[in-house]
């Protein structure tokens, strides 16, 4: 019974700071890419950035957060973060962490099999 948990969302001015966590339990964590989502009102989800399964070694972002965003795992404590830097009102939405069976974290929503319920992020002044 695979569940993952976001939390860390809230409400920054921009060229604020939040950092992003999600706990994972249920699966064997360091086997499966982890991948951090989010999704705007009325778009679809959006690849933001993707953390290979430990063998791999491999992180992905999009080209809107790279250089801003940071995605990093703790597989001992079955967790994993996205430290998200310089935010601006474009990066609200309700972010999403998805785990992936394959491995490969690449940021293609369809390619993950499990969904947290999401943690909400508003950039405002």
């Known amino acids: 019974q695979a569940q993952l948990v976001e939390s860390g969302g809230g409400l920054v001015q921009p060229g604020g700071s939040l950092r992003l966590t999600c706990a994972a339990s249920?699966?064997?964590?360091?086997?499966?890419?982890m991948g951090w989502f989010r999704q705007a009102p009325g778009k679809g989800r959006e690849g933001v950035s993707g953390?290979?399964?430990?063998?791999?070694?491999?992180?992905n972002y999009a080209p809107s957060v790279r250089g801003r965003f940071t995605i990093s795992r703790d597989n001992a404590k079955n967790m994993v973060y996205l430290q998200m830097n310089n935010l601006n009102p474009e990066d609200t939405g309700v972010y999403y962490c998805?785990?992936?069976?394959?491995?490969?974290?690449?940021?293609?929503?369809?390619?993950?099999?499990?969904w947290g319920r999401g943690t909400q992020v508003t950039v405002s002044s």
């Open positions: 998805a785990g992936e069976i394959l491995g490969r974290g690449g940021l293609e929503s369809k390619s993950y099999d499990y």
């Open positions: 249920g699966l064997a964590f360091s086997t499966y890419a």
């Open positions: 953390s290979s399964a430990t063998s791999y070694g491999q992180t």
